[in-house]
């Protein structure tokens, strides 16, 4: 069993590589590690996955790959490489997320029509849905992306869609609500907050606190990739979110709890792209998926917690040379 992950360097792709090498899978990860955060960061996530013989890592944009070879013999592609970042996607960077959000899925769909399989696990955003009046947000919601980077994810989302239309490539869509746990990216909050904690610093909260969102475990995420390649049907798309909405201001003694430190917060205003409320509605996902969030909010933090700490406490290690295609 041959798998590709793309974004496999990634806060996700990792955690779901490794998964996939405990299930049996020979994986195929490529990344082009984006300087959107440090390569020291990525260099640590992939190390571990390198040490196993199943794994190999291509190291190049999935504009510029040769991606029939790369496909061949694979019977699943879990397609997570994206420009993230919902606040600098604006002004002349929407060209990287062109590029890496939208030219590059559909080479990567260009490339899979028209083969036995493999079946395309495609990983969207709650940020697609934007300014829907829905709450919770369903599969059927109105679409009202409020920042570039959503509207280059739906875009994405919609040429799966029409690949499996027009030519039957089985993709699958995933919609994942703020994803958390160990390995976050560094621009993402919680990641954020933590590492203030860690330094003594003060914690900065983009508006008033009072913003909800449904948090999901990274763990829950990756067995949501799983149950999709099972069970997923073809041509659809699945809210994948943590079963919880939160009100951010109310999360404050939680982590005191889980860090054992005081928190300093500093509120400043609200960023442009950054949205009100997210709530998944997951009734779909559990039906045609059986996906239930497993992890609490407390566990996951708690594992959070002591990532940071491991992070930010070693010292920084080259990634090893990575294999070429």
């Given at each position: 069993m041959k798998a590709i992950v793309t974004g496999a360097s990634g806060f996700i792709g990792s955690h779901l590589s490794r998964r996939l090498l405990e299930g049996g899978w020979e994986v195929v990860g490529v990344d082009?590690?984006?300087?959107?955060y440090p390569r020291w960061m990525k260099a640590r996530n992939v190390a571990p996955l390198l040490r196993n013989r199943r794994f190999r890592l291509v190291e190049k944009d999935l504009n510029d790959l040769a991606l029939g070879r790369l496909l061949r013999g694979a019977g699943a592609v879990f397609h997570l490489a994206a420009?993230?970042?919902?606040?600098?996607?604006?002004?002349?960077?929407?060209?990287?997320?062109?590029?890496h959000n939208i030219a590059a899925t559909q080479r990567l769909l260009e490339a899979a029509k028209g083969r036995d399989g493999p079946k395309i696990i495609y990983a969207s955003s709650s940020s697609v849905y934007g300014l829907t009046p829905d709450m919770p947000m369903t599969e059927t919601s109105p679409v009202r992306p409020l920042?570039?980077?959503?509207?280059?994810k739906l875009a994405a989302e919609q040429l799966c869609v029409l690949y499996f239309r027009n030519f039957g490539l089985p993709t699958v869509s995933l919609r994942f609500f703020t994803v958390y746990g160990p390995g976050q990216?560094?621009?993402?909050?919680?990641h954020k907050f933590f590492k203030s904690v860690r330094e003594g610093k003060e914690i900065t909260v983009y508006g008033d606190g009072r913003q909800t969102r449904d948090f999901t475990y990274v763990g829950d995420i990756v067995e949501a990739c799983l149950s999709a390649l099972e069970r997923g049907k073809a041509g659809e798309v699945y809210n994948i979110g943590g079963g919880h909405r939160e009100r951010l201001d109310r999360l404050f003694p939680l982590f005191e709890s889980v860090t054992g430190r005081p928190l300093r917060i500093r509120l400043v205003a609200r960023q442009k792209g950054d949205v009100p409320d997210t709530h998944a509605a997951i009734e779909k996902a559990g039906r045609d998926l059986g996906y239930r969030p497993r992890t609490s909010l407390r566990e996951g933090l708690a594992a959070e917690w002591d990532d940071i700490q491991s992070l930010y406490g070693r010292r920084r290690r080259p990634i090893p040379e990575s294999a070429q295609p």
């Open positions: 082009c590690f984006t300087s959107f420009q993230a970042g919902v606040r600098t996607s604006w002004g002349r960077s929407f060209e990287t997320y062109i590029r920042s570039p980077y959503g509207v280059t990216r560094p621009d993402m909050a919680f």
